[in-house]
């Protein structure tokens, strides 16, 4: 992955922009688009890496979650930059029931404006800052969720669902 500068980063997506196309496989190889979602709501959800425990939570959130959430006429997709092997042993370990789509490279983790430059311990790197976008039926970013604390998170996901209107 390129190294980049905070300064040369996108800023992220604003609510009532278009949300960015994208085209990426899933844990079982299937490629998603963002435009075959059209007409639904997306919780398009960005994480920094597969199997660790705030990444395991979150996602566990979300599989708990899918018949409330295909209740609402949403789909869930995660994206971090881990390749499908990973996804795939993710994926198996904690029976996800939902895309985890694999960005190598990062790409559209760029055009989203997460991936970011971080610092853990004193030393500096590029990452993906967990965020979580809701995308109206039309392709439009309704509400974006930044710097994701993981605990209640997909209520809080729910819940924007409900005020949005989404069903």
């Known amino acids: 992955m390129a190294k980049r500068k905070e300064a040369d980063a996108p800023a992220m997506i604003e609510p009532g922009k278009p949300a960015p196309a994208f085209h990426l496989a899933d844990q079982e190889g299937i490629k998603h688009r963002l435009s075959q979602y059209k007409g639904q709501w997306v919780v398009l959800y ?9 990444c395991t939570t979150q996602a566990c959130g979300f599989r708990d979650a899918q018949s409330e959430v295909q209740a609402r006429g949403a789909v869930v997709l995660g994206i971090s930059p881990d390749d499908e ?25 760029e055009k989203y404006g997460v991936w970011q430059e971080k610092s853990m311990y004193g ?15 039309k392709g439009k970013v309704h509400e974006r969720f930044d710097k994701v604390k993981v605990k209640g998170h997909t209520d809080a996901v729910l819940e924007a669902l409900d005020t949005a209107g989404a069903a």
């Open 46 to 54: 960005f994480y920094p890496k597969d199997n660790t425990p705030g």
């Open 85 to 109: 092997k990973s996804k795939a042993k993710f994926a198996g370990k904690y029976d996800l029931n939902f895309p985890i789509l694999a960005d190598e490279g990062a790409k559209v983790c």
């Open 123 to 137: 030393r500096t790197y590029m990452g993906v800052v967990r965020t979580t976008f809701l995308i109206d039926p």
